[in-house]
């Protein structure tokens, strides 16, 4: 569910008795902390924090240029403008910055 969720639904989850989880490949080093600051105001109970464990791929504008147009109809018929989708991996490897980060809470 990354992108669409993040620290009030993994602490409500873990209130009501479940693992809640916080999606952190698509977080920058402080988001992360920010929302691990949040998660850990808001429950003393376990909670996991998942990662990608990948090499950035490279952009490449052309292979971008033909999902969009497969894509396009899909686009249409759900009413998403094109333009609001950002370009490139959004998807950020696991690195050593994260591991701070995630040694200050313990996770």
Request: with cysteine; aromatic share 8%; net charge negative.
């Amino acid at each position: 569910m990354a992108g669409v969720q993040g620290s009030e639904l993994a602490v409500a989850v873990c209130n009501a008795g479940g693992l809640g989880s916080l999606p952190g490949a698509m977080l920058s080093v402080d988001a992360l902390h920010k929302e691990l600051t949040i998660i850990r105001a808001g429950t003393t109970q376990p909670y996991n924090v998942n990662f990608f464990s990948h090499s950035t791929p490279v952009f490449n504008s052309q292979h971008e240029t033909v999902w969009r147009a497969a894509l396009k109809p899909y686009f249409i018929e759900l009413g998403i403008d094109v333009n609001t989708i950002p370009e490139g991996p959004s998807r950020l490897p696991f690195s050593h910055e994260t591991v701070e980060v995630l040694r200050e809470f313990a996770v």
